[in-house]
């Protein structure tokens, strides 16, 4: 940072404050080289401001973001068309096509950037522009949420960095989007001088729909700030700053100025950069010399090198067949003397859940080479970006270091930048077997390198059977011992592995469990003693990982869950990797669940104010939270139950933690004991056919969906929210305030059940009430059948309970099965909708006492002709009917309408409309309704026709200039005038 030099002498320096500030009087005008360069040089963080960003109050892991409430944050559109970005709000615009809420409050009220609908036919483009910015850090992210509409007009989303004469694409995507805002997390790599992003947006020739951003935020972008000293250990930069021990001759420039990574300070190091061959690991099998230009394409090629964060820098991938992995080898080394021999390097692993790469120790002894030792193992889906990682090597005989990439189903494994350390010393060359190429060794094959069977790849043998990918870890067991059910984040498997942790979900690796003896049970607990750890794999990418301890090793516990001092438990450590901060493990791909699906599990968790513990359900690009810890205890372990509920496949299930473990007071996290209970698809209780329930006792045969992260929940009558059964008990409560909340609905369904008869009738009590209450829809699902739609309402229903009906109408020959489903569809997150005293019984309900056609048709129907229709005229498009309904008086409110021209009802012929029986009534009651003659069919009449003699009312003749006309039944007792 060159500002303070500009302004202040060196002992004002001196009182610099943390790193992210530096501080300087206010009015200050700084040099231009530090403005937007993510370090607030002024005191009111001023030569931040308007950057893309907006700078705040230093304050430790405060991140620059931009949520649009205020302005642009300096964002501004460079559009060459018609389709452009511009700053606005969902309740700015009347049926606007884009979210109904904004991401930062959840409301109408909050602002966002988006693309408007473009009205022509031609593709186009929409580019939205961040000013300047400057000196990113290696650590650089970009974090935001898009929203594309089901339907969008963009084909495709682009986020470009532009860095002098280079334009790089960041990130790209053709959908499909998935449902509400989406996270993009994108890392920048270190970036020298001035730079911009630029987000676009286009649209193809044939739809319409709309984009949108909200929650720009720069992570961990700035570079340090000059310190007077720097802790023990700690490299004094030349430009003052200070840097971690591990970051001195990493392969990144963590200073700001390079003096890092100077030759004088790494000259002993031996660094290949595959910029010009493959140095020292010349011995390569299935790995190949590539760049970002001219590569294949495919969307998960790497888009940039690590060494120069440029397309034009090279970098190795795999070429080898998914079914075999590549292998490059290292010379033979020694330790040098009683210090570690330390390889820092950075893979890429992208586009396949089944890529992985492997670290292997082969050691030479002296008389032949052992079997090669695991040292590390990466699996799965890291992100579209290089990560750090390190292992140390203390060995008492020469050695080799071998790297094996094998990859996945349109996957990419790729290395750059290893580097060794100065205690790395080459061994000189003697006659021997080629490295990489040694003569095989008694004993087990590495995991990995292990040959397959006759299985095809992914498939799992276990006896005659080979089991298909889509079965394992499907909660229904397969094999006589269970084994497509092991390894699957919930059973124990006793079989011996590295020491560290790591999963089996290929069919090559789980070959080991042939032949062995394992727990046959599909609801089993993994206590983390097995060094396979139920099959949960970490899949950190920053300076923490999950991973398996031993007890004693436990910050300030002592023992795990079951009070043993020898146990092991899964636990936040230290890592080597240098992007997002919080740490995460996962599953290998589980279900479909059943509605009973649950995991039990004990935790511990002790933390600052911004750390954290949490499960996430992962399907696709979708993230769930289904739970985080409620806060930070020192109370030791503790026990939980969290409702998975039924799933599609494929989910997978996530930890994710956060704490620092550099502060005082034994922070920590660690989950051991956890259970996966009850998840089989055909698990069923007599409580799943419990359609009629009034949510005492339970949730009877309902269960919540997992399509959103909104949810229903049965929640206890307190305060101004009370149950409709006895104003004390419970119901289900939709609330939309809960913090995790963040989807556009919420599912609340029962089981597919068995209809008792042709028709039956639901009934059941609702409660709408707030200013952004949205809707609450009912529908029916039949096998082989669309969705029918029974019942909804919109909008405040006033502060207390109504009672509602539905008819229910059932196949009996074919023997269909049916589900109901209660959908929340949300307008914000200002107020909360609630079910109670749900009841099914034979025969069609009573028609209704009132009906306005907005919710639906409410059970009238126009025979076998169809000549009755209900509609709005919301587009003005409408063949025929008014321009506005009765109830609303406006183009949106719904109306039943038919053509009586004699194209459509030829002369002599009726269009009747039949509502469903009513109630027989105690005492003469009155009916009116309002009706609408066109001006276009003067001749033509109506008439209402009551019981079986069909008395009432009717009107003839056209109707000028009052378009909506009352109709009262004449002669009816009970009716007034």
């Not at 002599?908 to 409309?913: C, E, F, R």
Request: negative net charge; glycine residues 12%.
């Amino acid at each position: 940072m060159r500002l303070c030099g500009h302004l202040l002498p060196v002992g004002v320096l001196l009182l610099a404050g943390p790193p992210g500030w530096a501080w300087v009087p206010n009015h200050c005008r700084p040099p231009i080289e530090a403005v937007c360069n993510f370090v607030c040089d002024c005191r009111d963080c001023s030569d931040e401001a308007q950057c893309g960003y907006h700078g705040a109050l230093p304050a430790p892991d405060t991140p620059f973001a931009c949520d649009f409430e205020q302005d642009s944050c300096g964002w501004r559109d460079i559009s060459t068309s018609g389709y452009s970005w511009l700053r606005g709000r969902a309740g700015a615009e009347r049926e606007s096509p884009g979210p109904h809420s904004d991401h930062t409050l959840g409301t109408d009220l909050g602002w966002y950037v988006a693309v408007g609908t473009h009205r022509g036919k031609e593709v186009a483009t929409a580019a939205l522009r961040s000013p300047v910015l400057r000196e990113a850090a290696p650590t650089c992210q970009l974090r935001l949420w898009h929203y594309a509409a089901s339907g969008a007009d963009a084909a495709e989303l682009r986020l470009e960095l532009t860095h002098g004469a280079e334009t790089l694409t960041l990130w790209q995507s053709s959908g499909p989007w998935g449902p509400g805002w989406q996270e993009l997390v994108v890392a920048t790599g270190r970036i020298q001088g001035d730079f911009r992003m630029t987000f676009f947006a286009t649209r193809n020739a044939t739809h319409r729909g709309a984009v949108a951003l909200d929650d720009v935020v720069f992570w961990g972008c700035g570079l340090p700030t000059p310190q007077a000293h720097c802790a023990l250990g700690h490299h004094h930069c030349q430009n003052g700053a200070c840097v971690e021990p591990h970051q001195l001759c990493d392969g990144e420039d963590n200073c700001g100025d390079s003096s890092d990574e100077s030759p004088p300070a790494c000259s002993h190091h031996m660094a290949t950069d595959f910029e010009t061959g493959l140095g020292p690991w010349s011995h390569s099998e299935g790995w190949a010399r590539n760049r970002s230009t001219g590569g294949p394409g495919c969307p998960t090629w790497p888009r940039r090198d690590h060494s120069r964060n440029s397309a034009r820098g090279s970098f190795l991938v795999s070429v080898a067949e998914p079914s075999a992995p590549a292998i490059l080898s290292s010379p033979e080394f020694q330790a040098s003397g009683s210090h570690n021999c330390s390889l820092t390097f950075y893979h890429y692993l992208h586009g396949s859940e089944d890529g992985c790469l492997q670290l292997f120790l082969q050691t030479h002894g002296p008389s032949a080479p052992q079997v090669p030792i695991l040292l590390r193992r990466r699996h799965g889906e890291l992100g579209a970006a290089w990560v750090r990682d390190r292992v140390d090597i203390r060995s008492e005989h020469p050695f080799q270091i071998l790297l094996a990439g094998q990859t996945g189903p349109g996957g990419v494994v790729g290395l750059d930048d290893l580097i060794l350390s100065d205690h790395c010393k080459p061994v000189p060359e003697v006659s021997s077997p080629a490295p990489g190429l040694l003569a095989p060794a008694p004993g087990p094959q590495p995991p990995g390198l292990q040959p397959q069977d006759f299985c095809e790849p992914g498939h799992l043998s276990c006896g005659d059977l080979c089991v298909p990918p889509e079965q394992l870890c499907d909660f229904q067991q397969q094999c006589g011992g269970g084994e497509d059910e092991q390894e699957c984040g919930k059973g124990q498997t006793e079989v011996g592995g590295a020491p560290f942790l790591q999963a089996l979900p290929t069919a090559g690796a789980r070959q080991r469990l042939r032949g062995h003896s394992v727990p046959a049970t599909v609801a089993g607990t993994t206590d983390f003693e097995s060094p396979e750890a139920g099959g949960w794999e970490d899949a950190s990418v920053g300076q923490l990982q999950w991973g398996r301890l031993p007890a004693q090793e436990g910050r300030g516990l002592g023992t795990d869950a079951r009070g043993a001092v020898t146990g092991h438990f899964l636990s936040l450590q230290r890592a080597w990797g240098q992007l997002t901060a919080e740490a995460r493990v996962l599953t290998p791909a589980l279900g479909p669940s059943g509605p009973h699906c649950k995991l039990h599990m004990a935790y511990y968790f002790h933390s600052h104010s911004q750390g954290f513990l949490a499960l996430v359900v992962v399907e696709g690009s979708s993230r769930e939270l289904v739970w985080q810890a409620g806060g930070s205890s020192s109370e030791g372990w503790k026990v939980h139950t969290v409702l998975l509920g039924a799933r599609c496949r494929p989910f997978r299930l996530e930890f994710v933690g956060l704490v620092d473990l550099d502060r005082p007071g034994q922070q920590g996290a660690g989950v051991d004991d956890v259970t996966l209970k009850d998840c089989s698809p055909t698990e069923s209780t007599k409580e799943d056919a419990e359609v009629s329930c009034n949510f005492e006792r339970d949730t009877c045969g309902w269960h919540t969906g997992h399509l959103t992260d909104a949810h229903w929940h049965r929640a206890k009558s307190r305060g101004p929210g009370y149950d409709h059964t006895t104003g004390q008990g419970y119901y289900m409560l939709l609330d939309p305030t809960d913090p995790p909340a963040r989807g556009p609905g919420a599912h609340l369904l029962t089981q597919p059940q068995t209809p008792a008869a042709p028709q039956e009738c639901l009934s059941f009590w609702y409660h709408l009430y707030g200013p952004q209450i949205g809707t609450l829809r009912l529908v029916m699902r039949q096998e082989g059948e669309a969705e029918k739609h029974l019942w909804s309402r919109s909008g405040t229903q006033g502060n207390h309970w109504h009672q509602a009906w539905a008819t229910l109408h059932h196949q009996l020959a074919s023997g269909a099965k049916y589900q109901l489903l209660f959908e929340g569809l949300r307008n914000g997150y200002h107020g909360s909708m609630a079910l109670d005293d749900l009841a099914v019984r034979p025969g069609p309900c009573w028609a209704p006492d009132h009906c306005s056609f907005e919710d639906s048709a409410c059970g009238f129907s126009s025979g076998t002709q169809g000549l009755w229709r209900r509609q709005a005229n919301a587009t003005g498009h409408a063949a025929w009917g008014p321009h506005t309904d009765h109830t609303t008086e406006t183009a949106q409110g719904h109306y039943m309408v038919v053509d009586t021209s004699p194209q459509a009802l030829p002369r002599g012929h009726v269009a009747s409309l039949t509502s469903e029986k009513h109630r027989p009534l105690a005492q003469p009651a009155c009916l009116t309704f309002w009706y609408h003659l066109s001006i276009h069919n003067p001749e033509r009449h109506g008439r209402y026709a009551a019981g079986p003699r069909g008395g009432g009312c009717q009107a003839a003749g056209a109707q000028h200039h009052s378009p909506w006309r009352v109709c009262v039944a004449p002669g009816q007792r009970g009716c007034a005038g």
